[in-house]
Nanobody, 123 residues
Framework: QVQVVESVGGLVQAVGSLRLSCTASGLNFGTLNMAWFRQAPGKEREGVSCIRWTGIKTYYTDSVKGRFTIYRDNVKNSVFLQMDSLKPEDTAMYYC????????????????WGQGTQVTVSS
């Protein structure tokens, strides 16, 4: 049984930092690209960042470049999203996706999804 579980998000003040983690089980983690998506109220889900299974190639949506860092630990079957210099517009439900494409397309039709974790950034 595949399980994708995100860490608890939280409430943070603007310019603060938060690290999200996601652990996947029941799949061959080391062979899968991992991605973070987010969805703000009233908006469509968007890709935030992804990392290829090798851990070498990463992608970021323009609005988080230079502020967010994605990395993975294939021994612990985990992927992390370090979010710095947070802005109120980063407020959203963040989702971890195992098996999404990581080529800038954000294709995720065959991905396994976590339940999501809320991140709220106050001004």
């Amino acid at each position: 049984q595949v399980q994708v579980v995100e860490s608890v998000g939280g409430l943070v003040q603007a310019v603060g930092s938060l690290r999200l983690s996601c652990t996947a089980s029941g799949l061959n983690f080391g062979t899968l690209n991992m991605a973070w998506f987010r969805q703000a109220p009233g908006k469509e889900r968007e890709g935030v960042s992804c990392i290829r299974w090798t851990g070498i190639k990463t992608y970021y949506t323009d609005s988080v470049k230079g502020r967010f860092t994605i990395y993975r630990d294939n021994v612990k079957n985990s992927v992390f999203l370090q979010m710095d210099s947070l802005k109120p517009e980063d407020t959203a439900m963040y989702y971890c996706a195992a098996g999404a494409a990581c080529d800038g397309s954000w294709r995720s039709d065959s991905a396994y999804w976590g339940q999501g974790t809320q991140v709220t950034v106050s001004s």
